[in-house]
């Protein structure tokens, strides 16, 4: 009985496995495969292409000039291919969260052995993680982990329900009487409420950070900040029609900025937080630098803790939207409430240095104190996820 | 300055654009595109292919022979090439969520231009919806919408933290005194915690049901049922490396049914939910409904609903484990207790129908009432996200 019992299992994956095999070309190859000494191998199963390619962040980088400007995008390797197997394997690579993809006889793909990927604005590209250093903070480790939860909130300002993520930390279920301070942390231009979870591994680094005791158990709250948009692709009454890019609707024209308000009602109404100025925390890369900035200085009573990463730093000057309007005097109006932390970080190859040169040449002149951290690289979710390492210790302390 | 303040938004969003585009192959070409009669387009730029077909389960199917029977897999269709773009449109389409694949000179790949996929096992298509029937119910509409949360819960049966989906119907967080019922719904064989939301649309169906009346509020909670994983494949410690597939630790041995009074025990600890056997209910899909059978009965004071789609109906008659022993005494002490439904529903071309004959067979000798639902088809997803559309709302009523 146990033997006709064992192979009626063996027959339920069997045949199952056999249809996924067949019909969705899944893959007996292992690739990525990380080697001992850190490097990694690359297979792909592709006995009539001509030519095989993988790029991704970890090969050299090489400089493409474009009509609006030059940049460097990561270099390419070719794969040799011996019975229809395409392999390459890379130098030894450091500690960091790498992206790839393949390109077969000119069409970039997706590596079939690889379930992981991520999706960056419209683009789908495969993952993978070298631990050892920083990186291990992205890692999923054998510690407590928080709760990552998609709610719905209302928005009157904007007349509709709209889509956050929420991080909660560990022992939030639990410890029913605690009260948590609250961390904002908005996405740049073509994101969404996915992007910090997703690219900046926001869960992972809370959860592991708040285990070594070198952050504060905290909320976090991540924003969709295309005011035009309810959710993300996918997530909206358009359904999967909706093509993603980077222009979005309603994204740097001050109604994200006005309606911020109803986020954190919504957040203080249905989470146990401190509802004051000493508990909450704003910050934000490229355009949710921008948003963080005008929030920050249009609402001076909301946020104690500012983080500017890689922001599109610039004002407006004139504007018929009110958070534009007197902008200087209204970064005066901020800095004379004292706010415990103005935190601005940027590469020192980011085309937005100038924006932040100008910010920080205003701040110096004025006399107001913020911290400044300048990285190598460009506008890059490295560094982000470096950022955010970096500011979320320094937050409710 | 206006003027320089737009060229500058742009400059910020030309050169990311750009950037996106040629380090990860984004496409502009619209595809898949769903035309006025409901027919849809495909399309893919590869000007060096010699040949390009979709596969998906929208194509009249083919019967594919293994060594372990014979099962239909989707068929193939052609694109065809004009200046290196290949495009292939399909006849009109009923109602219904459709995955596929391309495959490019024997490789197959996702769609580069659609970048909404869903993972089945070790496997990633694209997906999209064509509604206007019982599929409107798998979209995202314009009604309230529930929570998505990933819980980890203590498990101390298993001696380990555990991932699960959770989700809550909207207004939870608002009716702060009112207590909702629980359904438990498990996956099969190479899912986990994320296969009922991502395949099976569980947060649009019951977003939707609720919204028309059709469905009390509930709270469903997705647990991973591979009791030796903690959570799906890049949740765990193991990382990125764990590799999906069929068979994973721990599944239909007992351990899971054993510790399911822990998760219950979680839910009813953390949640505001009615705590007695009327507002309990559980199914499951394939080893789902096989892990649902067995904890039903094992603990018959549980749960008072039970479905078991396209389960895998299957007793042991012995073993070392309590859940297997005198099962068919477990069935009676079951039964004699009223359990207010047990819900039966399979495809008539499922590889798992004869179980099911015999399971009927004998609540028929013992005279024990069930619903029965026989549709069209296998072991496929459309087949369970109609059973879950069905099965929904008969519950707490």
């Not at 192979?7 to 292992?30: K, R, T, Y």
Request: aromatic share 12%; charged share 20%; net charge negative.
């Amino acid at each position: 009985m146990k033997k006709l019992y064992t192979l009626s299992i063996a027959l339920l994956f069997a045949v199952s496995a056999f249809a996924q095999q067949a019909l969705w070309g899944g893959s007996q190859i292992v690739s990525p495969e990380i080697n001992k000494d850190n490097s990694v191998t690359f297979r792909l199963h592709a006995p009539k292409a001509v030519k095989v390619q993988v790029t991704g962040d970890f090969l050299p980088t090489q400089k493409v000039e474009t009509p609006f400007g030059s940049y460097d995008a990561p270099g390419y390797a070719d794969l040799t291919e011996k019975d229809g197997i395409w392999e390459y394997t890379t130098a030894p690579l450091g500690p960091e969260l790498y992206s790839y993809s393949f390109i077969v006889d000119g069409l970039t793909i997706r590596d079939p052995s690889n379930v992981h990927m991520i999706r960056d604005v419209a683009s789908v590209t495969n993952v993978f993680i070298i631990g050892g250093g920083r990186s291990d903070l992205y890692k999923v480790n054998d510690v407590p982990h928080g709760t990552v939860s998609k709610v719905w909130y209302d928005s009157p300002t904007l007349g509709t329900d709209r889509r956050m993520t929420v991080y909660t930390p560990a022992g939030y279920e639990q410890n029913r009487k605690q009260k948590y301070p609250v961390f904002y942390l908005l996405h740049g231009a073509g994101g969404d409420e996915e992007a910090w979870m997703d690219l900046g591994r926001t869960a992972q680094i809370l959860d592991n950070l708040i285990a070594q005791g070198k952050a504060e158990p905290m909320i976090v709250v991540m924003t969709n900040g295309n005011a035009g948009e309810c959710a993300a692709p996918g997530q909206c009454p358009e359904g999967f029609e909706r093509i993603p890019g980077m222009q979005q609707r309603g994204m740097m024209e001050g109604s994200f900025e006005l309606h911020f308000p109803d986020v954190v009602k919504f957040v203080e109404s249905n989470y146990r937080v401190v509802k004051d100025k000493k508990h909450r925390a704003i910050a934000g890369l490229s355009m949710g630098g921008y948003h963080s900035l005008h929030i920050s200085k249009y609402y001076p009573d909301m946020f104690d803790y500012v983080g500017l990463f890689s922001a599109a730093a610039r004002f407006h000057d004139s504007s018929d939207c009110p958070v534009y309007q007197n902008e200087k005097a209204q970064i005066d109006a901020q800095f004379a409430k004292n706010p415990a932390l103005y935190w601005i970080a940027i590469g020192d190859a980011d085309f937005l240095y100038e924006e932040n040169v100008n910010l920080r040449k205003y701040l110096d002149e004025k006399g107001y104190p913020y911290e400044y951290v300048e990285s190598d690289g460009g506008h890059i979710w490295r560094n982000w996820r470096i950022y955010l390492t970096e500011f979320v210790p320094k937050l409710f302390k």
